[in-house]
């Protein structure tokens, strides 16, 4: 049964980068499978932020591509998220989740819980 | 890339059967069968209830159903009971990005 935990920071300064992990039990990240961040900022929708293969390959939304950067550690079996120049906009609770299915297409099953990010000075 | 539209609200009493609606566009819904939705208490993650537009997950009510026509799909919730009173939230694949719905708060009356 594949799990998921996020951690990180739960504060960060406007301006600065946001930095997350995913830490992935219960399944080999190398086996496959796409691994992706969603967020919510409080008391709004869900935003896909991007996903990435085991291989690296990446895949962002058009809106946040220029500051959002995935990777992958294979080897510590987790995924990680940075978002850089960061505002209060950026405020959210961000999850990781697993593509269930066919790569990108896949639906998101299971989530993490969830970890809130406050930007502010 | 737009998010797709959903209502804001649907209610509807015990036993009820309720329809929400998740309209894209042809590069989102109307062009691929990779509808999804989830399902969002306050505070708890969100939970995969369809996918592939009209599958269940295992473990999942068949009281949850998923269809689509067009750019527009669909999660009906037959026999309503409280316990579906939460958010519930539409995501399509885009062709190399994936959107979510706006969302639509569920009231059970």
């Known amino acids: 049964q594949v799990q998921l935990q996020e951690s990180g920071p739960g504060l960060v300064k406007p301006s600065e980068t946001l930095s997350l992990t995913c830490a992935v039990s219960?399944?080999?990240?190398?086996?496959?499978?796409?691994w992706g961040w969603i967020r919510q900022p409080p008391g709004k929708g869900l935003e896909w932020i991007g996903s990435?293969?085991?291989?690296?390959?990446?895949?962002?939304n058009p809106s946040l591509k220029s500051r959002v950067t995935i990777s992958v550690d294979t080897s510590k079996n987790q995924f990680s998220l940075k978002l850089s120049s960061v505002t209060a906009a950026d405020t959210a609770v961000y999850y990781c989740?697993?593509?269930f299915g066919p790569g990108l297409k896949g639906a998101f099953d299971p989530w993490g819980q969830g970890t809130l990010v406050t930007v502010s000075s | 890339q737009s998010a797709l539209t959903q209502p804001a609200s649907v209610s509807g009493s015990p036993g009820q059967s309720i329809t929400i609606s998740c309209t894209g566009t042809?590069?989102?819904?109307?062009?691929?069968?990779?509808v999804s939705w989830y399902q969002q208490h306050p505070g708890k993650a969100p939970k995969l209830m369809i996918y592939?537009?009209?599958k269940r997950p295992s473990g999942v009510s068949n009281r949850f159903s998923g269809s689509k026509s067009g750019n527009t799909a669909s999660l009906t919730i037959s026999g309503l009971q409280a316990e579906d009173e939460a958010d519930y939230y539409c995501?399509?694949?885009?062709?190399?990005?994936?959107?979510f719905g706006t969302g639509t708060k569920v009231t059970v009356l």
């Open positions: 995501c399509s694949y885009a062709g190399s990005s994936k959107v």
């Open positions: 592939d537009v009209s």
């Open positions: 990435i293969y085991h291989s690296g390959s990446t895949y962002y």
């Open positions: 989740a697993t593509h």
């Open positions: 042809s590069s989102d819904v109307g062009g691929y069968n990779y």
């Open positions: 219960g399944y080999s990240i190398s086996s496959g499978y796409y």
